[in-house]
């Protein structure tokens, strides 16, 4: 049953707030025609869910004047309770753009928090255009996906905001975006994959056969170099001259052989390690070094810790190089601390120094092949490392410690350990 209000029909069901307030006539009647026209298209049996959302244009609350009464059986409310419900269903929401004379489309996706806190902005900047459309990802149990279609009106007059639109459920159309991204994604990244093989198998043959052509007569260089230094006075100036290109020569080699066991192949030996016997015997191999440059290593590690199932031989070699970068950065003695503990779900092997640190804006190059801030460095030592970390699905991160020289922490998942 109907009851009449200055010739405004509203109807029994009627849960929204401006056909029983204080507004214009003229507003009453848009309602009111709306609510009728959208309940006879509803008849028809469309399946869209029509609705008439309000709000007044100074506050952030809004309201529904009609919500399709399938809709609200959907979210098990009123129409009172509508606007909140829906609210508190809602995932993200996703709007969809492109250029004049562009064929990409851009995708925006708010969460629900980011809605919330600027939802006054987002209407307001529609009721400015006059229309909206976009795309609800909502936790309903029959519906996945809503797009939402509505025409925007303003009644100054009234203070108020209208928005006449529908919802439609487009759930099966959205998941099969999502599956074609998906499947766009594995296709590059497998072609990514491929390229990235090939180019390294052609390095690795260029590299090979490089090393091979260059070791041979710099091995030859090498050698009769060491003869006339032998042959000559060290402190005259070819004697000097000869020492200098010795020094090169070898610090050559050392690049040659680097660079072939970088780009060797490797395979994982697995075995189950202590990753405190890990640790020890790198450190064992450093002793004498670190005792003629006056530095004092000490070792933390707490009991118990589940044993790793790495590459011993491998990880030893980066373990080796890191130590050595540290060993390399202290200019008169010091201390370096070492600590293996496990967090979370990773074990973490922290090597802390006091030596001179890396600049800031070396950070980013300290792994790339042949950087090196030393003067007869190869610039592979933390490159191999972070590679060989890389193979046990790990992490190298290197950062400057706020009291003072430089921490590196390896981290590697326990998925890869034997418990």
Request: glycine share 6%; charged share 25%; with cysteine.
């Amino acid at each position: 049953m109907e009851s009449q209000s200055t010739d405004i029909k509203i109807p029994a069901d009627y849960g929204g707030r401006i056909l029983s307030g204080n507004y214009s006539v003229e507003l009453k009647q848009r309602i009111s025609q709306s609510i009728f026209q959208l309940k006879e298209v509803g008849n028809w049996g469309i399946s869209s869910y029509f609705y008439v959302a309000a709000w007044r244009q100074k506050e952030k609350i809004i309201w529904y004047e009609y919500m399709a009464p399938v809709l609200l059986s959907l979210l098990s409310c009123s129409c009172r309770e509508a606007a909140e419900k829906f609210r508190s269903h809602v995932l993200d929401q996703r709007t969809y753009s492109c250029g004049v004379g562009e064929v990409a489309v851009e995708e925006e996706i708010l969460s629900s928090g980011t809605l919330r806190e600027t939802g006054e902005n987002i209407r307001q900047k529609r009721v400015r255009s006059g229309r909206m459309e976009a795309i609800y990802k909502i936790d309903l149990d029959v519906i996945n996906w809503l797009k939402d279609s509505s025409v925007l009106e303003t009644w100054q007059d009234d203070d108020i905001c209208l928005s006449l639109g529908c919802l439609v459920d487009v759930s099966k159309e959205m998941e099969q975006k999502d599956q074609l991204f998906q499947e766009n994604v594995i296709v590059n990244r497998d072609k990514s994959i491929l390229v990235k093989a090939e180019r390294t198998e052609a390095l690795d043959s260029m590299t090979a056969r490089l090393c091979h052509e260059i070791r041979n007569p710099i091995v030859s260089m090498g050698g009769l170099v060491k003869r006339l230094v032998k042959q000559c006075d060290a402190e005259s100036k070819i004697g000097r001259y000869l020492q200098v290109i010795d020094q090169e020569v070898e610090r050559l080699e050392k690049i040659l052989v680097g660079f072939s066991e970088y780009n060797r192949p490797f395979e994982l030996n697995r075995e189950v390690v202590v990753a405190k016997d890990l640790v020890s015997s790198v450190l064992g191999l450093l002793k004498t070094e670190m005792g003629q440059l006056n530095i004092k290593v000490f070792l933390h590690c707490v009991d118990e810790l589940p044993s790793l199932f790495v590459d011993r031989k491998l990880l030893e070699e980066a373990l080796l190089h890191i130590l050595k970068n540290s060993m390399e950065s202290h200019h008169d003695g010091g201390e370096i601390m070492c600590s293996v503990e496990q967090q979370a779900q990773n074990m973490l092997i922290t090597i802390h120094d006091q030596g001179v640190g890396i600049k800031e804006y070396h950070k980013h190059k300290v792994f790339e092949p042949f950087f090196s801030t030393k003067i007869y460095g190869a610039g592979l030592g933390l490159t191999m490392a972070e590679k060989v970390i890389a193979l046990h699905d790990g992490s190298l991160e290197i950062q400057t410690a706020i009291e003072g020289g430089t921490r590196v922490v390896v981290s590697l998942p326990l998925v890869n350990y034997v418990q």
